[in-house]
């Protein structure tokens, strides 16, 4: 324990009463005050100053460790606002990127359609003019086939005609024949006549009806085309 | 009352808030304040090498210091095994894990105050206590 001589004692009361200046601290706790009533009063008055002091003191200080704790959590918050705001910029530089991938590939994917299409475009037009070739193709071969059908069926009908003409004129001139040699041999000539007459009459209406039914086919072969 | 106190805490606004409620509480009238286990372990070697009279009788260690090469369980089973022991010393900190608390009892911890804002119940409990941790009769106790 710390002991003061009356002087100090007295010094240290009359600060405290003129001035309001009083020890402070633990070393108030140390100091031997018995035997001395104003002292001790003296004593007492600084420790409950003291204490006011440090209460006051503590209050404040925690009062500032509550505001620090909450800076901190705040600022631990603020950190991880920032983290996930970085993460998802990066996320939106990424995702961009893709789009701008994906972006490219469409379009080159599009040139190709487009191409492409183009190029079905033409194709689909040479085979139009393909099928077009080959209907005037298929029309010119109907009609060489039915022009040579024709020809043929010409040749047949004249080659008919010239059989038919050449038997028609060769009985006509046998028949002639055999009534001439019949007339100047004087042979008996009504069996022949009668015949050559009949004969000649069978051959020209057979000819005439030769000739009508070659004109006539040559007619209607022409309305049908 | 305990005859002198060390804290050793990185956060100077604690030291303040420490140092008051001692005063208030009347736990202690000497408390040191130191804000790394290097400068706490440095101390207590030198205590230990001249067999000095100055060292405390009770340290408080936060769990986690800030700007030491080592924790303050480190710091304990220093003190402990290496510098002599013959202290009363326990965990101060806000941290609650079992697994550190059975860290800090291997180490040689009596006692793990959680800090908070109302420190002052905790530290009036402690100071019932505190003769148990000083008879070394007290188990390991966790001040919630």
């Keep these: 324990m710390i002991t003061f001589n009356k002087n100090t004692k007295q010094q240290l009361i009359s600060l405290c009463k003129t001035r309001n200046l009083c020890l402070e601290g633990n070393i108030i706790k140390v100091i031997d005050y018995s035997g001395d009533t104003e002292f001790e009063q003296y004593i007492q008055t600084c420790l409950e100053k003291d204490k006011d002091v440090r209460r006051k003191r503590l209050e404040i200080t925690k009062q500032i460790q509550q505001k620090n704790t909450e800076l901190e959590k705040l600022n631990l918050e603020n950190e991880r606002i920032l983290e996930d705001l970085q993460v998802t910029l990066k996320e939106v530089g990424d995702a961009k990127i893709s789009y701008e991938v994906q972006n490219r590939e469409l379009i080159a994917w599009k040139e190709d359609n487009e191409r492409i299409s183009l190029e079905l475009q033409q194709e689909m037009l040479k085979s139009e003019q393909a099928r077009v070739e080959a209907e005037n193709a298929k029309r010119t071969a109907e009609n060489d086939l039915d022009v040579l059908q024709k020809r043929t069926q010409t040749k047949l009908i004249e080659r008919i005609v010239k059989v038919s003409l050449g038997v028609i004129v060769t009985v006509g001139l046998i028949t002639t024949l055999m009534y001439g040699i019949a007339l100047f041999t004087e042979k008996d000539t009504q069996i022949i006549g009668s015949t050559w007459a009949n004969m000649f009459g069978i051959l020209l209406t057979n000819a005439f009806s030769i000739i009508g039914t070659i004109m006539g086919v040559k007619y209607a072969s022409k309305e049908t085309e | ?144």
């Design chain 2, 1 to 144: 009352m305990i005859e002198s106190i060390l804290l050793v805490d990185d956060e100077n606004l604690f030291h303040l808030v420490f140092e008051d409620a001692c005063s208030l509480l009347e736990i202690s009238l000497s408390l040191q304040t130191v804000s790394s286990s290097d400068e706490a372990a440095k101390m207590f070697k030198k205590w230990y090498e001249t067999n000095s009279k100055d060292k405390p009788e009770c340290v408080f260690v936060d769990l986690n210091i800030i700007g030491s090469s080592f924790d303050g369980i480190e710091l304990i089973r220093k003190i402990n095994f290496e510098y002599g022991n013959h202290v009363v010393i326990g965990i101060i900190s806000s941290s609650n894990e079992p697994e550190e608390q059975s860290k800090a009892i291997q180490a040689g911890a009596q006692f793990w105050i959680i800090k908070s804002d109302d420190i002052e119940p905790r530290l009036e409990e402690f100071k019932k206590d505190y003769q148990g941790y000083k008879n070394r009769t007290l188990p390991f106790k966790i001040y919630r």
